[in-house]
């Protein structure tokens, strides 16, 4: 996992610069730095230091640039470690969640979400189901389940009538509730398909770069 006193700093740091509900809160600047160090290529700081700020870019004094970007580079040390390490699994236990939790858990997913964003068409790319001659690809679909989930809008989904079909078979109505209930217990195995898939290109990519520098 991701330091958790140096995300407090951040977080600190981003509300000095602007009101609370205007930057990602701590859950949410954790997802976002997990979805930043797994994706295989580096995303330069400037693509992306304004989502910290929902996108916005707000005028900042000398000191509050110096002290932001200070805090920023110790959370992306942290969270570049805990890569090496193999330390990024789904930060979460469902069974130890309570109301509180599950909100913690839902910023966790949006700032998690705006990080693949950054590089949403590699994400939906279909690597995999190339590779493998599949209609449907399963790192796409992880990334569905989390905008769903997210956004709440179960019209993403590829997969949602044999979803509403599995529920029938076992006597439950698919009402929208319980397929949103049912979606959010495959949140962890949907993240750790997205980060498989991540080292599994991070692997082709230092491969390529070493064949390259040894022409």
């Given at each position: 996992?991701?330091?958790?006193?140096?995300?407090?700093?951040?977080?600190?740091?981003?509300?000095?610069?602007?009101?609370?509900?205007?930057?990602?809160?701590?859950?949410?600047?954790?997802?976002?730095?997990?979805?930043?160090?797994?994706?295989?290529?580096?995303?330069?700081?400037?693509?992306?230091?304004?989502?910290?700020?929902?996108?916005e870019?707000?005028?900042?004094?000398?000191?509050?640039?110096?002290?932001?970007?200070?805090?920023?580079?110790?959370?992306?040390?942290?969270?570049?470690?805990?890569?090496?390490k193999?330390?990024?699994?789904?930060?979460?236990?469902?069974?130890?969640?309570?109301?509180?939790?599950?909100?913690?858990?839902?910023?966790?997913s949006?700032?998690?979400?705006?990080?693949?964003?950054?590089?949403?068409?590699?994400?939906?790319?279909?690597?995999?189901?190339?590779?493998?001659?599949?209609?449907?690809?399963?790192?796409?679909?992880?990334?569905?389940?989390?905008?769903?989930?997210?956004e709440?809008?179960?019209?993403?989904?590829?997969?949602?009538?044999?979803?509403?079909?599995?529920?029938?078979?076992?006597?439950?109505?698919?009402?929208?509730?319980?397929?949103?209930?049912?979606?959010?217990?495959?949140?962890?195995?949907?993240?750790?398909?997205?980060?498989?898939?991540?080292?599994?290109?991070?692997?082709?990519?230092?491969?390529r770069q070493?064949?390259?520098?040894?022409?």
């Amino acid at each position: 996992m991701i330091d958790k006193k140096l995300l407090h700093k951040l977080d600190v740091e981003l509300s000095n610069c602007v009101p609370t509900d205007e930057h990602l809160n701590q859950d949410g600047l954790s997802g976002f730095f997990y979805a930043l160090a797994i994706t295989p290529a580096i995303i330069d700081p400037a693509d992306w230091m304004a989502e910290l700020f929902f996108g916005e870019r707000p005028e900042l004094t000398g000191k509050q640039s110096k002290d932001l970007k200070k805090a920023v580079t110790a959370v992306v040390k942290s969270s570049n470690k805990a890569l090496f390490k193999n330390e990024l699994k789904f930060p979460y236990n469902f069974s130890a969640l309570d109301d509180a939790g599950f909100d913690q858990l839902w910023y966790w997913s949006a700032g998690f979400l705006q990080g693949l964003r950054l590089r949403l068409a590699f994400w939906r790319s279909g690597i995999i189901a190339k590779e493998t001659n599949q209609a449907s690809d399963v790192v796409s679909n992880s990334v569905d389940i989390i905008v769903a989930l997210v956004e709440g809008d179960l019209s993403v989904l590829k997969n949602i009538d044999q979803l509403k079909s599995q529920l029938q078979l076992a006597g439950k109505e698919p009402t929208d509730e319980l397929l949103m209930a049912t979606l959010l217990q495959t949140l962890p195995e949907a993240y750790e398909c997205i980060r498989l898939f991540a080292a599994q290109m991070s692997e082709r990519l230092l491969a390529r770069q070493e064949v390259a520098e040894s022409v």
